[in-house]
C-alpha cells in the first residue's frame, strides 16, 4: 500500500500541471442499463432498470420513462411489482418479486425503453456448495501486536455439484468494542466498533513461517465493510458489564476456491486483520494496563469476536460483476491512462449491467479459541 | 531420446555443419577485389582513419575507383596489404583531377585542372561525408561544400521500411542532457511512435512496446533505457551505424514481432588512436579507440555516467541540515546510471578475424525517509524536540535494472564470394526493486525506552539469462543472386523471484509475520534456421525470398513454425522504385507488466502451456522516388495483423503476480494499417525531411470487449519536421517538430446516477462501457539546437552544443482524467510534466 501511495504522491506532484481537455463527442450514447443478480438470502429480488446519461451530458439527466420489464423462469414469465422511484442512490426504476428461484432455473431478460434496442440477457441458477468442513487456528504474532492478527482457515470439502459456477468463500468478523466506567461503586458501559479490515494474504498452505507454494487468488483485495458512518463512541441502548452488546460491525474478506471448480481438495485462507482504527478509539493508550484490561482512570474494555464462513455458489455472470467491481476500486492507474484498464463487466446484450445468480450457504457463528 | 532432444541436438549438429563444412563446399571461386566507385572508397578511408572528408559540389566522386589497391581500406580480408593514409589518398586520387590536402583530421578535396572530373550516374549506396572545421583560408571551398546523405539508399534496396542510420546521422541530431539519443532519432522516423513523453518507446506498426528486437553487436537486449526510458542505452559515441526495419524484415531476423534495431558499434582505429569527451548538465562521455597492435589488435572503449548522484547527494544534506532537524526527519537519496561499451578487434590471418564486445548498462534509484522520535515539546516556541539517536520509522525504496552482454564473433572469409560470422554471446537483463519499512514503538517514560520494532522488507528480482551460439553465411554464388543462411540455438533462462519478510522484535523475541519466497525459474531453448537470396531478375526487378523456421520449447511445451519472408523491388527508370513485402513474425517470450511505465517491476517470461507464441504477419509496398533538385519522396503503406498477444486484467498491483501470471493476462488479437510519407530535400548546407504517417491501431480482446476496438497507442496522425542548416563551417542550427494525435485511455462514459453534485456521483456511478473511448489532446513540441565548432591549434574539433527541449514549454499530457464540475459537467484533465529543458554541452574530439 505504501507503494502505491508514494507513487500516488508522484502523480499528485505532476498533477500540478493540469488542463482542461474537451471529451465531448468521444463518449457512447445513452444506454439502458440494468441489474438483476437473485440468491437465497433473501425472499425478494430488485431489478434495476435506467436509462443512462452519458458523461457528456452529466448536467442534463436522461429520465427513465415507459420502461418495460420482463423475466421468464423456465420460460414462463414471473410477476414483477412496481416500486416507488427511488431517487437519490438510484434514480432509476426499480421492480421486485418474490418468485423463489431454484438451483438448474433457466432465467430470460427482456427490459426495454422506448427509443432503445430490448436489452436481453439469460443466467441459470447455480446449485448451492456444500459446507464443507473446516478448521481454524491464529496467527501467534497476534499475542505482541493487537493491532496485526492473522487466522488460518482450512476447509476440507467434497466434489461442488457441476463445474460451470464460480465459488468462494466469505469470511465475515463481526467486532464489538465495549468501555466500561468504573464510578466506585459501579460501571457504566458504552459501545464503540473496533474498525479491523480483513484482507486476505494468500490462500494455499498458510502456515506464516513457511509458506512456501503461495497461491494469490483473492476474489476482493479489499474488506466489504458494513461500517456506521462514523467511529465515534455510541451510547444508545448501553448496558453496563461485559458481554455481547449490538451494534457490531462486519468486516467480510473474499477469497476463491482453488481452481473455481471446488473439486474434492483441502484449501487454506490466511486472513489478516488490521485494526489501526482501534487506537484511534482509546482516549489514552498511554494509560492502557494490558494486564488488568483497564486504564488507570478506571476504564476497562470488553473486545469481542465472532465469526462466520459463508460459501457462494456464482453464475458466471455474478462472479464477473463482483470481480470487476473490486478491481475498480485499485483502479486510479488505468484510470489515468497508466495501467491496462478494465470495463464495467456486462452480460446484457444492447444494454448494460448484470443479470446473473448466487447461492449461499453459511456455517454458525463462532468464536476463535486462544 | 524424445523429439525435443533429437531436435535441438540436430539443430546443433547443423549449426557445427554449417561452420565447419558448408563453406568448403561453396567456396570456389578464387578472391577477386569488388570494384568499388571512388566515393566507396572515401567512405572506406574515412572509417578506416577516422578523417572527414570536405569538397565542393561540383566534385563528383562517383567514378569507378580502377587505380592502385587500397589495401585494407577496400580489401577486408584479414591479411590485406596495409598502408599509410597519404599513401592512400595519392593512390586514390591520381590522375583523377583532384588534389586533396590535409587539415588536421580534415581532408579538403580540390578540383584539379589537367584531367576532367566525369560525372555519372550517382552510386546507390553514398555515404555520408561531413564538411566541417575551422578553415578561413579555405572559405571560398568550404560555402560549396556538401553534406551527402544516405536517404537515396531507399530506391536501391529491396526491403520496405528499412532506414540505415550511421554515427554522424545520429550525432548530427538534437541532444538531450548532452546526450545524443538513438532511440529518440528512430522515434523520428515514419511509421515510429514514442509513447509517453520523453520516453524511450517505441510503438511501431500498432506494435505494444515490448515487440521490438534490439540487438547490440548482434546480442539481444532487453533493458534499453536509463532514467525510467529518458536516455536509451545505445551510447552514440561508440555507435557505428544501426539497420532499423519496421517491416519487409529479412530471414536472419527473428523472435520479436513489430520491429528490428540492428545496432554495430565501431571498431577501433587499427592505426591511430582517436577519441572524444563530451560534458554536459547531468552526464558526461568519454570514448577512445586505436591500436594496442597496429594493424593486428584495435581496442574501442566508451563510457557515460550521469553525475546526477553527485548534485542530490550533499543537495539533500544540506536540506536535512537546515529543515530535517526542526522536523525530526531526515531524506536520503541518489541516482545514477553508466553504461560501457568495450569492443576488441584481433585480425588473425588473411582469412580470419576475431571480435569481443562487452556491454553494460545499469540504473540504481535509492531513496530513504528517517523520522526521529519527539522528547520534549516547546509550548512556547511550539517546536519540538527530537532524539535524533531514536528513530520511529524509516522507509527505503532501491530500484535498479540494467542489462550486460558478451559476444566473441569470428569472421571467416573463404573469399570474396562466400564469408562467415560465428557468435558465441551472453545476454543478461536484470531488474531489482527493494522496499523495507521499519518502525520502532517507545515507552515514552523518560528516557524512553524501546518497546518494539516491526520490520517489512520487499525484494523483488527479475532476471533473465541467454547464451546464444549463432553462425551466419554470405555468399554471392553469381552476378545476380545474394545468399545469406544460418542458425542459431539459444538457451534462455527466466527467474522472477519475489521474497517478502515481516516479523517484530519485542524485547529480543522475534516473531516472523510473513515470510513467502516465491521464485520461478523457466528454461526456455529456441533455435532457428534461416535462408534469404537476393535475386536479380532482368534489370528492372529484385526479388528476395527467405524462410525461417524456428522452434522454442519450455517445460513440456514445444513450439515451432516456419516464418516466410518476401521482398521484390521493380525500377520504374532510373530514379523510381515500387517495393513489396510480406512478413511473418513469431516472439516466444513476453514482457509482463501490471504498468504501462518503464519501472523495473516489470518480468520477461516465455511461452508457457497457456503462454502461447505472439505472432504477427504484416504486408507493405510503396513507391520510393529521387526527385530532380536533390529531393526524394517516398510512400509507403502497410497492414498487419497480430496474433496470441496478452494484456494484463487482474487487480491493481505494481508487480505482476508470478505464481499465476498466466491467469492473470487475457489473450487478444490487434490489427494496424496505414501509410507513411516520407519527404526531403537536401541542399548544399540545408537538409529537410518531413516524415507524416496517418494509421489505425485496433486490439479485440473478447474477455474486455465483445469487439474491435481502437489501442491505447492509436495515433492517428503523426508528422515530424526536422532541419538543418550549416551557416558557417564554425556554426550549425537544428530544429525539429512533432506532431501527434493524442494517444487514447479508458474512462467513464456514462453515468447512472447523474443528479448527484459530488466528485463521488463520478466514482462510484459511473460506467466504464468502451475500451480506450478517450483520446488525449495532440501531442506537440519544438526541439531546437546549434552546434558551434572550432579547430583546435592541435586539429582536434571542440563543440559547444546547446539544446532547447520542447521550446515553447507546452505541457504535453502524461496522464489524463475526467471530473466533475460545479455544474454537473464533466471535463477531462490533462496532466504535463515536462517544460522547456535547455541543455549546454562541451564535446571535443581528439
Given at each position: 500500500?505504501?507503494?502505491?501511495?508514494?507513487?500516488?504522491?508522484?502523480?499528485?506532484?505532476?498533477?500540478?500541471?493540469e488542463y482542461e481537455f474537451e471529451i465531448e463527442g468521444q463518449m457512447s450514447d445513452s444506454q439502458t442499463y440494468v441489474r438483476f443478480v437473485t440468491s437465497n438470502v433473501s425472499d425478494t429480488t430488485l431489478l434495476f432498470i435506467q436509462a443512462t446519461t452519458p458523461l457528456k451530458d452529466g448536467s442534463h439527466p436522461v429520465v427513465t420513462q415507459g420502461e418495460s420489464v420482463q423475466v421468464k423462469v423456465n420460460g414462463t414469465p414471473i410477476d414483477f411489482e412496481k416500486l416507488e422511484d427511488r431517487g437519490g442512490e438510484f434514480a432509476g426504476k426499480v421492480y421486485a418479486t418474490t418468485h423463489r428461484f431454484n438451483p438448474g432455473d433457466r432465467l430470460e431478460l427482456e427490459a426495454a425503453i422506448p427509443g432503445r434496442k430490448t436489452a436481453t440477457a439469460s443466467a441459470t441458477v447455480p446449485q448451492e456448495f456444500p459446507q464443507p468442513k473446516w478448521r481454524y487456528w491464529k496467527d501467534p504474532s497476534s499475542a505482541y501486536d493487537s493491532n496485526e492478527s492473522g487466522i488460518c482457515f482450512e476447509l476440507e470439502y467434497d466434489n461442488a455439484p457441476g463445474s460451470s459456477g464460480r465459488y468462494a468463500v466469505a469470511i465475515i468478523e463481526e467486532t464489538s468494542l465495549q468501555k466500561d466506567t468504573w464510578h466506585g461503586d459501579n460501571w457504566t458501559g458504552?459501545?464503540?466498533?473496533?474498525?479491523?479490515?480483513?484482507?486476505?494474504?494468500?490462500?494455499?498452505?498458510?502456515?506464516?513461517?513457511?509458506?512456501?507454494?503461495?497461491?494469490?487468488?483473492?476474489?476482493?483485495?479489499?474488506?466489504?465493510?458494513?461500517?456506521?458512518?462514523?467511529?465515534?463512541?455510541?451510547?444508545?441502548?448501553?448496558?453496563?458489564?461485559?458481554?455481547?452488546?449490538?451494534?457490531?460491525?462486519?468486516?467480510?474478506?473474499?477469497?476463491?476456491?482453488?481452481?473455481?471448480?471446488?473439486?474434492?481438495?483441502?484449501?487454506?485462507?490466511?486472513?489478516?486483520?488490521?485494526?489501526?482504527?482501534?487506537?484511534?478509539?482509546?482516549?489514552?493508550?498511554?494509560?492502557?494496563?494490558?494486564?488488568?484490561?483497564?486504564?488507570?482512570?478506571?476504564?476497562?474494555?470488553?473486545?469481542?469476536?465472532?465469526?462466520?464462513?459463508?460459501?457462494?455458489?456464482?453464475?458466471?455472470?455474478?462472479?464477473?460483476?463482483?470481480?470487476?467491481?473490486?478491481?475498480?476500486?485499485?483502479?486510479?492507474?488505468?484510470?489515468?491512462?497508466?495501467?491496462?484498464?478494465?470495463?464495467?463487466?456486462?452480460?446484457?446484450?444492447?444494454?448494460?449491467?448484470?443479470?446473473?445468480?448466487?447461492?449461499?450457504?453459511?456455517?454458525?457463528?463462532?468464536?476463535?479459541?486462544? | 531420446?524424445?523429439?525435443?532432444?533429437?531436435?535441438?541436438?540436430?539443430?546443433?549438429?547443423?549449426?557445427?555443419?554449417?561452420?565447419?563444412?558448408?563453406?568448403?563446399?561453396?567456396?570456389?571461386?578464387?578472391?577477386?577485389?569488388?570494384?568499388?566507385?571512388?566515393?566507396?572508397?572515401?567512405?572506406?578511408?574515412?572509417?578506416?582513419?577516422?578523417?572527414?572528408?570536405?569538397?565542393?559540389?561540383?566534385?563528383?566522386?562517383?567514378?569507378?575507383?580502377?587505380?592502385?589497391?587500397?589495401?585494407?581500406?577496400?580489401?577486408?580480408?584479414?591479411?590485406?596489404?596495409?598502408?599509410?593514409?597519404?599513401?592512400?589518398?595519392?593512390?586514390?586520387?591520381?590522375?583523377?583531377?583532384?588534389?586533396?590536402?590535409?587539415?588536421?583530421?580534415?581532408?579538403?578535396?580540390?578540383?584539379?585542372?589537367?584531367?576532367?572530373?566525369?560525372?555519372?550516374?550517382?552510386?546507390?549506396?553514398?555515404?555520408?561525408?561531413?564538411?566541417?572545421?575551422?578553415?578561413?583560408?579555405?572559405?571560398?571551398?568550404?560555402?560549396?561544400?556538401?553534406?551527402?546523405?544516405?536517404?537515396?539508399?531507399?530506391?536501391?534496396?529491396?526491403?520496405?521500411?528499412?532506414?540505415?542510420?550511421?554515427?554522424?546521422?545520429?550525432?548530427?541530431?538534437?541532444?538531450?542532457?548532452?546526450?545524443?539519443?538513438?532511440?529518440?532519432?528512430?522515434?523520428?522516423?515514419?511509421?515510429?511512435?514514442?509513447?509517453?513523453?520523453?520516453?524511450?518507446?517505441?510503438?511501431?506498426?500498432?506494435?505494444?512496446?515490448?515487440?521490438?528486437?534490439?540487438?547490440?553487436?548482434?546480442?539481444?537486449?532487453?533493458?534499453?533505457?536509463?532514467?525510467?526510458?529518458?536516455?536509451?542505452?545505445?551510447?552514440?559515441?561508440?555507435?557505428?551505424?544501426?539497420?532499423?526495419?519496421?517491416?519487409?524484415?529479412?530471414?536472419?531476423?527473428?523472435?520479436?514481432?513489430?520491429?528490428?534495431?540492428?545496432?554495430?558499434?565501431?571498431?577501433?582505429?587499427?592505426?591511430?588512436?582517436?577519441?572524444?569527451?563530451?560534458?554536459?548538465?547531468?552526464?558526461?562521455?568519454?570514448?577512445?579507440?586505436?591500436?594496442?597492435?597496429?594493424?593486428?589488435?584495435?581496442?574501442?572503449?566508451?563510457?557515460?555516467?550521469?553525475?546526477?548522484?553527485?548534485?542530490?547527494?550533499?543537495?539533500?544534506?544540506?536540506?536535512?541540515?537546515?529543515?530535517?532537524?526542526?522536523?525530526?526527519?531526515?531524506?536520503?537519496?541518489?541516482?545514477?546510471?553508466?553504461?560501457?561499451?568495450?569492443?576488441?578487434?584481433?585480425?588473425?590471418?588473411?582469412?580470419?578475424?576475431?571480435?569481443?564486445?562487452?556491454?553494460?548498462?545499469?540504473?540504481?534509484?535509492?531513496?530513504?525517509?528517517?523520522?526521529?522520535?519527539?522528547?520534549?515539546?516547546?509550548?512556547?516556541?511550539?517546536?519540538?524536540?527530537?532524539?535524533?539517536?531514536?528513530?520511529?520509522?524509516?522507509?527505503?525504496?532501491?530500484?535498479?535494472?540494467?542489462?550486460?552482454?558478451?559476444?566473441?564473433?569470428?569472421?571467416?572469409?573463404?573469399?570474396?564470394?562466400?564469408?562467415?560470422?560465428?557468435?558465441?554471446?551472453?545476454?543478461?537483463?536484470?531488474?531489482?526493486?527493494?522496499?523495507?519499512?521499519?518502525?520502532?514503538?517507545?515507552?515514552?517514560?523518560?528516557?524512553?525506552?524501546?518497546?518494539?520494532?516491526?520490520?517489512?522488507?520487499?525484494?523483488?528480482?527479475?532476471?533473465?539469462?541467454?547464451?546464444?551460439?549463432?553462425?551466419?553465411?554470405?555468399?554471392?554464388?553469381?552476378?545476380?543472386?545474394?545468399?545469406?543462411?544460418?542458425?542459431?540455438?539459444?538457451?534462455?533462462?527466466?527467474?522472477?523471484?519475489?521474497?517478502?519478510?515481516?516479523?517484530?522484535?519485542?524485547?529480543?523475541?522475534?516473531?516472523?509475520?510473513?515470510?513467502?519466497?516465491?521464485?520461478?525459474?523457466?528454461?526456455?531453448?529456441?533455435?532457428?534456421?534461416?535462408?534469404?537470396?537476393?535475386?536479380?531478375?532482368?534489370?528492372?526487378?529484385?526479388?528476395?525470398?527467405?524462410?525461417?523456421?524456428?522452434?522454442?520449447?519450455?517445460?513440456?511445451?514445444?513450439?515451432?513454425?516456419?516464418?516466410?519472408?518476401?521482398?521484390?523491388?521493380?525500377?520504374?527508370?532510373?530514379?523510381?522504385?515500387?517495393?513489396?513485402?510480406?512478413?511473418?513474425?513469431?516472439?516466444?517470450?513476453?514482457?509482463?507488466?501490471?504498468?504501462?511505465?518503464?519501472?523495473?517491476?516489470?518480468?520477461?517470461?516465455?511461452?508457457?502451456?497457456?503462454?502461447?507464441?505472439?505472432?504477427?504477419?504484416?504486408?507493405?509496398?510503396?513507391?520510393?522516388?529521387?526527385?530532380?533538385?536533390?529531393?526524394?519522396?517516398?510512400?509507403?503503406?502497410?497492414?498487419?495483423?497480430?496474433?496470441?498477444?496478452?494484456?494484463?486484467?487482474?487487480?491493481?498491483?505494481?508487480?505482476?503476480?508470478?505464481?499465476?501470471?498466466?491467469?492473470?493476462?487475457?489473450?487478444?488479437?490487434?490489427?494496424?494499417?496505414?501509410?507513411?510519407?516520407?519527404?526531403?530535400?537536401?541542399?548544399?548546407?540545408?537538409?529537410?525531411?518531413?516524415?507524416?504517417?496517418?494509421?489505425?491501431?485496433?486490439?479485440?480482446?473478447?474477455?474486455?470487449?465483445?469487439?474491435?476496438?481502437?489501442?491505447?497507442?492509436?495515433?492517428?496522425?503523426?508528422?515530424?519536421?526536422?532541419?538543418?542548416?550549416?551557416?558557417?563551417?564554425?556554426?550549425?542550427?537544428?530544429?525539429?517538430?512533432?506532431?501527434?494525435?493524442?494517444?487514447?485511455?479508458?474512462?467513464?462514459?456514462?453515468?447512472?446516477?447523474?443528479?448527484?453534485?459530488?466528485?463521488?456521483?463520478?466514482?462510484?456511478?459511473?460506467?466504464?462501457?468502451?475500451?480506450?473511448?478517450?483520446?488525449?489532446?495532440?501531442?506537440?513540441?519544438?526541439?531546437?539546437?546549434?552546434?558551434?565548432?572550432?579547430?583546435?591549434?592541435?586539429?582536434?574539433?571542440?563543440?559547444?552544443?546547446?539544446?532547447?527541449?520542447?521550446?515553447?514549454?507546452?505541457?504535453?499530457?502524461?496522464?489524463?482524467?475526467?471530473?466533475?464540475?460545479?455544474?454537473?459537467?464533466?471535463?477531462?484533465?490533462?496532466?504535463?510534466?515536462?517544460?522547456?529543458?535547455?541543455?549546454?554541452?562541451?564535446?571535443?574530439?581528439?
Open positions: 500500500m505504501k507503494k502505491i501511495l508514494y507513487m500516488l504522491s508522484a502523480l499528485a506532484v505532476l498533477s500540478a500541471c458504552e459501545y464503540g466498533w473496533i474498525i479491523r479490515e480483513p484482507q486476505v494474504i494468500h490462500t494455499g498452505n498458510c502456515s506464516w513461517y513457511t509458506p512456501a507454494d503461495v497461491t494469490i487468488t483473492t476474489l476482493g483485495q479489499d474488506p466489504l465493510l458494513f461500517c456506521p458512518e462514523t467511529f465515534n463512541w455510541d451510547s444508545r441502548g448501553s448496558e453496563p458489564g461485559p458481554g455481547w452488546h449490538h451494534p457490531f460491525i462486519e468486516a467480510m474478506a473474499w477469497a476463491d476456491i482453488p481452481d473455481k471448480t471446488a473439486r474434492k481438495g483441502t484449501h487454506q485462507i490466511f486472513v489478516t486483520y488490521n485494526a489501526d482504527k482501534v487506537q484511534e478509539a482509546h482516549p489514552d493508550p498511554s494509560t492502557w494496563d494490558p494486564a488488568t484490561h483497564t486504564t488507570g482512570e478506571g476504564f476497562r474494555y470488553t473486545t469481542s469476536y465472532r465469526y462466520k464462513l459463508i460459501f457462494y455458489s456464482f453464475d458466471e455472470a455474478s462472479y464477473n460483476y463482483q470481480k470487476a467491481q473490486e478491481s475498480d476500486e485499485g483502479s486510479t492507474f488505468a484510470g489515468l491512462g497508466l495501467a491496462p484498464a478494465s470495463l464495467t463487466y456486462t452480460n446484457i446484450r444492447d444494454g448494460i449491467g448484470v443479470f446473473g445468480a448466487y447461492r449461499v450457504s453459511e456455517s454458525d457463528w463462532f468464536k476463535i479459541t486462544e | 531420446m524424445n523429439t525435443k532432444n533429437r531436435f535441438f541436438r540436430s539443430a546443433g549438429t547443423l549449426i557445427l555443419a554449417l561452420i565447419l563444412l558448408g563453406p568448403a563446399a561453396l567456396a570456389q571461386k578464387k578472391t577477386t577485389q569488388q570494384q568499388l566507385t571512388r566515393k566507396e572508397c572515401v567512405e572506406a578511408v574515412s572509417k578506416t582513419f577516422n578523417v572527414k572528408f570536405v569538397y565542393d559540389a561540383s566534385i563528383s566522386l562517383d567514378d569507378v575507383y580502377t587505380g592502385m589497391s587500397l589495401g585494407m581500406v577496400t580489401d577486408k580480408r584479414p591479411g590485406a596489404e596495409k598502408i599509410s593514409l597519404q599513401e592512400c589518398l595519392d593512390r586514390l586520387f591520381e590522375d583523377s583531377g583532384i588534389v586533396w590536402n590535409r587539415k588536421g583530421k580534415h581532408i579538403v578535396l580540390k578540383k584539379g585542372t589537367s584531367h576532367p572530373v566525369h560525372r555519372e550516374e550517382p552510386a546507390p549506396e553514398l555515404s555520408i561525408i561531413y564538411g566541417g572545421g575551422d578553415y578561413d583560408h579555405d572559405a571560398d571551398t568550404l560555402e560549396a561544400s556538401r553534406v551527402s546523405t544516405d536517404r537515396m539508399k531507399m530506391a536501391v534496396r529491396t526491403q520496405t521500411g528499412l532506414t540505415r542510420l550511421d554515427a554522424s546521422k545520429i550525432n548530427s541530431g538534437f541532444a538531450i542532457f548532452n546526450s545524443p539519443d538513438l532511440i529518440k532519432t528512430i522515434q523520428r522516423l515514419p511509421g515510429v511512435s514514442s509513447g509517453t513523453e520523453l520516453l524511450s518507446g517505441l510503438y511501431v506498426h500498432g506494435g505494444t512496446g515490448s515487440d521490438n528486437l534490439y540487438l547490440l553487436d548482434g546480442v539481444p537486449l532487453y533493458s534499453t533505457s536509463h532514467l525510467i526510458g529518458l536516455f536509451s542505452s545505445f551510447n552514440s559515441d561508440v555507435v557505428d551505424d544501426v539497420d532499423f526495419y519496421k517491416s519487409g524484415f529479412p530471414a536472419r531476423y527473428g523472435g520479436r514481432l513489430s520491429s528490428v534495431v540492428d545496432v554495430n558499434t565501431r571498431e577501433g582505429n587499427m592505426y591511430e588512436w582517436h577519441g572524444n569527451f563530451s560534458i554536459g548538465l547531468i552526464d558526461g562521455r568519454f570514448q577512445i579507440d586505436g591500436p594496442i597492435v597496429k594493424g593486428k589488435t584495435s581496442l574501442n572503449f566508451g563510457l557515460r555516467r550521469t553525475w546526477l548522484d553527485a548534485v542530490t547527494i550533499p543537495g539533500l544534506m544540506i536540506a536535512n541540515i537546515y529543515a530535517g532537524r526542526s522536523a525530526g526527519e531526515k531524506y536520503a537519496g541518489h541516482y545514477a546510471f553508466w553504461d560501457m561499451n568495450l569492443g576488441l578487434t584481433h585480425i588473425i590471418s588473411d582469412t580470419d578475424k576475431l571480435q569481443f564486445t562487452f556491454f553494460n548498462g545499469m540504473d540504481n534509484l535509492r531513496g530513504s525517509y528517517e523520522s526521529y522520535l519527539s522528547t520534549d515539546y516547546d509550548k512556547d516556541t511550539h517546536e519540538h524536540v527530537f532524539d535524533f539517536s531514536k528513530r520511529q520509522d524509516n522507509t527505503d525504496i532501491r530500484l535498479g535494472w540494467g542489462s550486460t552482454t558478451a559476444g566473441l564473433t569470428w569472421n571467416h572469409f573463404f573469399s570474396d564470394e562466400l564469408t562467415m560470422r560465428t557468435r558465441l554471446s551472453y545476454a543478461r537483463s536484470d531488474n531489482k526493486t527493494k522496499f523495507d519499512y521499519s518502525e520502532w514503538d517507545y515507552d515514552r517514560t523518560k528516557p524512553a525506552k524501546l518497546e518494539s520494532s516491526y520490520f517489512s522488507k520487499e525484494d523483488n528480482r527479475s532476471k533473465v539469462h541467454d547464451i546464444i551460439l549463432r553462425s551466419d553465411l554470405d555468399w554471392i554464388p553469381s552476378d545476380i543472386h545474394h545468399v545469406r543462411f544460418g542458425a542459431s540455438f539459444q538457451h534462455h533462462i527466466y527467474n522472477p523471484d519475489r521474497k517478502a519478510h515481516y516479523w517484530l522484535e519485542n524485547h529480543d523475541e522475534k516473531t516472523v509475520l510473513i515470510d513467502t519466497k516465491s521464485s520461478q525459474a523457466y528454461h526456455g531453448e529456441e533455435a532457428a534456421l534461416y535462408a534469404e537470396d537476393e535475386i536479380s531478375i532482368g534489370n528492372r526487378l529484385t526479388l528476395a525470398p527467405g524462410l525461417r523456421y524456428s522452434i522454442f520449447s519450455t517445460g513440456k511445451k514445444t513450439y515451432h513454425s516456419p516464418e516466410p519472408r518476401l521482398a521484390m523491388r521493380y525500377d520504374i527508370g532510373r530514379d523510381v522504385a515500387l517495393k513489396f513485402s510480406y512478413t511473418d513474425m513469431r516472439q516466444y517470450v513476453h514482457l509482463i507488466q501490471t504498468l504501462y511505465l518503464d519501472l523495473p517491476t516489470s518480468s520477461w517470461l516465455p511461452c508457457t502451456e497457456t503462454m502461447k507464441p505472439m505472432h504477427s504477419s504484416q504486408i507493405a509496398g510503396g513507391v520510393y522516388a529521387r526527385l530532380p533538385h536533390d529531393l526524394h519522396l517516398e510512400i509507403e503503406g502497410f497492414w498487419k495483423s497480430l496474433d496470441h498477444i496478452y494484456e494484463y486484467n487482474g487487480p491493481f498491483s505494481l508487480y505482476p503476480p508470478i505464481e499465476k501470471w498466466e491467469s492473470s493476462f487475457s489473450e487478444g488479437k490487434g490489427r494496424a494499417y496505414g501509410a507513411e510519407v516520407a519527404f526531403g530535400w537536401t541542399g548544399e548546407n540545408t537538409d529537410i525531411d518531413l516524415a507524416y504517417t496517418l494509421s489505425w491501431s485496433q486490439r479485440f480482446f473478447p474477455e474486455f470487449y465483445h469487439t474491435w476496438y481502437f489501442d491505447r497507442n492509436d495515433y492517428r496522425n503523426m508528422l515530424n519536421i526536422t532541419a538543418t542548416h550549416r551557416f558557417t563551417n564554425r556554426f550549425e542550427i537544428y530544429g525539429g517538430f512533432t506532431f501527434r494525435t493524442g494517444g487514447r485511455l479508458t474512462l467513464a462514459d456514462q453515468v447512472i446516477d447523474p443528479t448527484k453534485d459530488e466528485q463521488v456521483a463520478y466514482i462510484y456511478n459511473t460506467l466504464f462501457t468502451t475500451p480506450y473511448n478517450v483520446r488525449m489532446p495532440s501531442y506537440h513540441r519544438l526541439d531546437l539546437g546549434m552546434n558551434f565548432k572550432k579547430l583546435t591549434r592541435r586539429g582536434n574539433e571542440r563543440t559547444w552544443n546547446f539544446s532547447i527541449y520542447n521550446a515553447y514549454c507546452h505541457l504535453n499530457p502524461i496522464f489524463a482524467d475526467i471530473s466533475r464540475d460545479e455544474d454537473g459537467n464533466y471535463k477531462g484533465k490533462a496532466f504535463g510534466a515536462i517544460p522547456v529543458i535547455p541543455t549546454l554541452s562541451y564535446q571535443l574530439k581528439f
